[in-house]
Each structure stands twice: as C-alpha cells, then as structure tokens.
C-alpha cells in the first residue's frame, strides 16, 4: 500500500516566524509532489507543485523535494495568522492517474 | 470563470435513500475524480474518470457509483449500500496526463449528513 505520512500537529508557530511542515512518502517511484492548503470547511487549493530534487520558491512558500530520502517539505516564511490551515500533501507516481494524499498538518499561527 | 462547481453545498439523507451529488467543470480537463474525506483523515478515492464513458473504481468504491456521459459532468450517487456515508464529498479535475505535471484542482466540496 502506497502512503503519505505527514504529522497531524497542530504546529503552532508565532506571527512572523518559519512554519515548517514535513512528509514522508513510501513510494519510491513517485514522480510529482503537491502541497494543499485547506481551510476549515473548505476545499483544498493547490500551493506548490515540486518535481525535481532541490527547493523550489514561490513568494513566502519553498517547498523542498529530496527523493533519494522520500522527503518533501514546504517551509512558509513570514508566517501570517491567515496561514493557519490544515496542509496536504500529496504525491503521484509516473505513469498513473492517482494521487495519494497525506492526512494533513494542522498549522496555527499566533498573533 | 473557469472552474469545478459542485451541488448541493449540504445534503441531508434519510437511512435507505440514494442521493446524487453533482460536479461540473469548464476547464476542459479530460480526468475527473470524486473523494471522500472524514475528520482527521486524508482525502479518500471513491471513482476516477479519465475520459468520457469510462471510469475505474478507487479505494472505497463500494457503495457508490458514477456516471461520465459528458466531459465536464461527473455525478456520484450515494446508494442505500454505503452505511456511512456521512463526510465531506471533493470532486477534482485535471489535464488527464498520465504521469507527472497531472495537477488535480478541487470543487468546493458537498458536505453529506445522514438523518
């Protein structure tokens, strides 16, 4: 069985600081790497996609790809209280059409 | 506006009724997929539709079923067989690229109560 594992928090970070939020991944032909940010009662929205090894960087969000690890990350810079959400994280592997999604990290941000 | 509309926002199901849930998109994406999730957990496959007229069951098929006569209607129906069908309900599409760069985008989801 093909998993995400990502750590169900809640991770409380102070306005201003890092939020950083980490998955593991069993698959090791995985090939595409998503994160989501989905509020209370809502859906999920698409923040990041990453598919190369290394960090890649989108305004306050890089998220982080090491493959040879089974680890992707999304640090959030600056974190903000409008950043507190619940993050997905999700992975698809080549040549298939589904998408396994992790649980979810709650993230809190204190004002 | 481009997007993934998806109806009712709330339903609510008396114990042996099948209901429907409906998803539209005008993006043009060929794959369409309905989840399920539950508080706490991660997003659950029910069915997936890569093209029009064919569909494949996901994880937690049993239960429900699907119809993809059009491309961008993708309904589930909630049978009387699913005994707890109590969730929030995500329809998502895509390009329908087999492989990497397939980005999946979410409806605003169909919370489903049992009475």
């Known amino acids: 069985q093909k998993e995400v594992e990502q750590n169900s928090g809640p991770l409380s970070v102070p306005e201003g600081a890092i939020a950083s939020l980490n998955c593991t991944y069993s698959?090791?032909?995985?090939?595409?790497f998503f994160w989501y940010r989905q509020y209370s009662g809502k859906s999920p929205e698409l923040i990041m996609s990453?598919?190369?090894?290394g960090d890649k960087e989108d305004g306050r969000f890089t998220a982080q790809l090491n493959k040879a690890s089974q680890y992707v990350s999304l640090l959030i810079r600056d974190s903000q209280p409008s950043d507190s959400a619940t993050y997905l994280c999700?992975?698809?592997?080549?040549?298939?059409?589904?998408?396994?999604f992790g649980a979810g990290t709650r993230l809190f941000v204190k004002a | 506006d481009g997007g993934i509309t998806q109806s009712p926002k709330y339903l609510f199901r008396k114990e042996g009724q099948n209901v429907t849930l409906s998803c539209e998109q005008n993006l043009n994406h060929d794959a369409m997929y309905w989840y399920r999730q539950d508080p706490g957990q991660g997003l659950r496959l029910i069915y997936y539709?890569?093209?029009?007229?064919?569909?494949q069951k996901g994880d937690i098929a049993e239960g429900y079923s699907v119809s993809r006569e059009k491309k961008e209607s993708f309904p589930l129906t909630v049978t009387s067989a699913q005994k707890n069908p109590t969730a929030f309900y995500l329809c998502a599409s895509s390009i329908g690229v087999a492989g990497a760069a397939d980005t999946q985008y979410f409806g605003p989801g169909t919370r489903l109560t049992v009475l």
């Open positions: 990453i598919y190369s090894n």
């Open positions: 698959d090791r032909v995985s090939q595409s």
């Open positions: 999700a992975v698809k592997s080549t040549g298939g059409f589904k998408t396994i």
């Open positions: 539709s890569q093209i029009v007229n064919d569909f």
